[in-house]
């Protein structure tokens, strides 16, 4: 089985990227915009229709999407591209015929339960949960959006956050044990549709 990770050298990306291969006994190649990924695409510019893209895409059995903002304050117009990005990738996805894609959410998609209020942030990733429920109705398909906890670039931030955004909290191990038993879920849900 191949995993492409979209966002591999963000923090969610970084700890994926060294332990997911591991976890799961998979091959992953890493997809990011920045240098030092072992394919560079930029969501918002990439060509879907490039041969050399879809041949990527083709070859997956599963896509994971960690490429969005991880700031809940930031403007909404990060969330709103960050939705436009995850919609291309995943009609992409559908054009090639990936058979599992795995989107970010977060506690913020319902954040009263975590003392908050809704913004563009929370509402972003009850979208990218929508596309996913939506990406899992195609028969042979599978999807889920995972709500992912606080994942900072570096343990020692952790000591001044928010105290709302600390609370949800994953540690690295956490991050990883998360994500493999979702590619093993969305993998057992296409072997027992075939």
Excluded at 162 to 191: G, K
Aim: charged share 15%; aromatic share 6%.
């Amino acid at each position: 089985m191949t995993i492409l990770l979209i966002g591999a050298l963000g923090a969610v990306g970084r700890l994926l990227h060294r332990g997911l291969p591991e976890a799961t006994g998979q091959q992953l190649i890493g997809v990011d915009r920045a240098p030092g990924a072992d394919l560079r695409w930029d969501l918002d510019t990439v060509d879907y229709a490039d041969p050399a893209v879809r041949a990527t895409l083709t070859g997956a059995d599963v896509v994971i999407h960690v490429a969005t903002s991880p700031d809940p304050y930031a403007d909404a117009a990060v969330h709103w591209q960050a939705v436009a990005s995850a919609t291309r990738l995943l009609q992409a996805c559908n054009n090639t015929d990936v058979p599992a894609v795995l989107l970010p959410s977060s506690g913020w998609a319902e954040p009263a339960g975590l003392g908050l209020r809704q913004n563009s942030y929370g509402r972003s990733k009850q979208v990218l949960e929508s596309l996913a429920a939506m990406y899992a109705q195609q028969p042979g398909r599978a999807a889920e959006a995972l709500r992912i906890g606080w994942v900072p670039h570096h343990p020692d931030d952790l000591a001044g956050a928010d105290p709302a955004i600390a609370s949800s909290y994953w540690p690295a191990d956490r991050v990883v044990s998360e994500f493999a038993a979702a590619v093993a879920r969305l993998s057992s849900t296409i072997s027992s549709a075939t």
